[in-house]
C-alpha cells in the first residue's frame, strides 16, 4: 500500500460509508478528529479520547513548530510517541493558523512570515518547510499548505487567493516523501464561487492526492452557504478518495455534511465549549452554568453512555463550574466527544442500513426540541 488507502463500503444517496487505511490503524468514515492542537486534546488523556471511539486526531504544525519545534518532537519518537497516540494522526499545515492566530505576518508567493504569538519571535512557513515538519512530527496525513480565502472575498480575490493555493499544492506534492501509509491532502478553495471550486478541484485532481479537503469554509458564511458551496463542489470531486471539511462543526453541520458525501471532519466545537459549560446532547445544547440546573440529579442526556452520563448529574456538573473545578471542563469535554462519535457512529450505521435519511431526519428533528 503506498500513500493512504480508502475503501468505498456503501452510498446512500450522497452519503458515503467508507474506510481509511494508514500505517497507524484504520478510521471507519464518516468520521470525526478531536482536535489535539498542541499534542493534546485538551483536558483529555489519549486513553480518554480512545475510549469515545475516535480513531484519529489532528494535530497542528503552527503550534508544535512554535512549541516544543517539530525538531524537539522529532528527536522524542515524533507526535504518536510524545503525546501516547498509537493511532492515525492528521496535521494541518499551518497557513490557517498563521492568519487566525498570529499578527504581522505578510503572505508573499515563498511563503508566509509571522511572528509567534507566544514569544512574538519570527518564522517563516513555505509549502516545502511545512510539509518538513509534519514529516518530523510523523504525521499520517499530511495537510497542504494553503491560503484560507477569507469570507467575505470578491470572486477576483477568491480566485487569486485560490490560485495561491494551487501553486502552493503542487509545491508540497513535489516536497512530500512517499511513505506506505502516510499521505497527503490538497485542500480545494474557490470561496463561495462555483468557477473558482470547480478550478480548484480540477488543479488539485490534476496533480493527484490521496484524499481532498474542502478549505475555505466555516469562516462565518453561515450553514446554508456552506452547504450550497458543498451542493456544487462534491459532484465534481473524486468518488475513490476521502474528502475532508476542515473545521466543521456542530451536529446540524455535521449530519448536513455527510448527507452531502463528506468523510471526515475536524472541529474545536466539543471541547472548546466543553470547557466554558455547553453540552451538546441529542435535544440541543445545554449551558451547565444556568440555574436552572443547579438542583437537577438528571444526567445532561438520558440516551447518553459516556463516563459523565453514567456517574454524574447536571447539579454535580454545575456545581463544578460555578466552583471553577478542572473536572468540570474534564467531564464535559468527555460527554461532548463522546457524543460526537456516537453521532458518527449512528450516521455509519444508517448508510450502512440504507435508511441515511430516516435516521438523519430524525436527529435533526431531535436537534431543534431544546433542552428541557
Ligand atoms: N475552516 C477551516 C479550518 C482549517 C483550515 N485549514 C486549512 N489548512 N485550510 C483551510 O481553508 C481551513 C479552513
Known sequence: MTGIGFDLLATDGRARRGRVTTAHGTIETPAFMPVGTAATVKAMTTDAVASTGAEILLGNTYHLMLRPTAERVAQLGGLHRFMNW?????????????????????????????????????????????????HMLDSNVTMCLDECTPF????????????????????????????????????????????????????????????????????????ETMFRVLDFTEPLMVKDRPRYLMGVGRPSDL????????????????????????????RGTINIRNARHAHDERPLDADCGCPTCRSYGRGYLHHLFKADEMLGPMLLTWHNLHYY????????????????????????ARLTEGDV
Open 86 to 134: 498509537d493511532k492515525p494522526i492528521l496535521t494541518d499545515s499551518g497557513g490557517f493558523q498563521v492568519m487566525s492566530l498570529s499578527d504581522l505576518r505578510t503572505m508573499s508567493e515563498e511563503g508566509v512570515t509571522f511572528k509567534s504569538h507566544l514569544d512574538g519571535s519570527r518564522h517563516h512557513l513555505t509549502p516545502e518547510r511545512s510539509i518538513q515538519i509534519q
Open 255 to 282: 449530519i448536513g455534511a455527510v448527507r452531502r458525501g463528506v468523510d471526515m471532519f475536524d472541529c474545536v466545537m466539543p471541547t472548546r465549549s466543553g470547557r466554558t459549560g455547553q453540552a451538546f446532547v441529542r
Open 341 to 364: 462519535q456516537d453521532l458518527m457512529r449512528t450516521m455509519r450505521q444508517a448508510i450502512a442500513d440504507g435508511n441515511f435519511e430516516e435516521v438523519a431526519g430524525t436527529m435533526e
Open 152 to 223: 467575505p472575498a470578491t470572486e477576483a480575490q477568491a480566485e487569486s487567493s485560490m490560485r495561491l493555493s494551487m501553486r502552493w499544492a503542487r509545491r508540497s506534492k513535489d516536497a512530500f516523501v512517499e511513505r506506505p501509509g502516510y499521505g497527503l491532502f490538497g485542500i480545494v478553495q474557490g470561496g463561495i464561487y462555483p468557477e473558482q471550486r470547480a478550478e480548484s478541484v480540477a488543479a488539485l485532481t490534476d496533480i493527484g492526492f490521496d484524499g481532498y479537503a474542502i478549505g475555505g469554509l466555516a469562516v462565518g458564511e453561515g450553514q
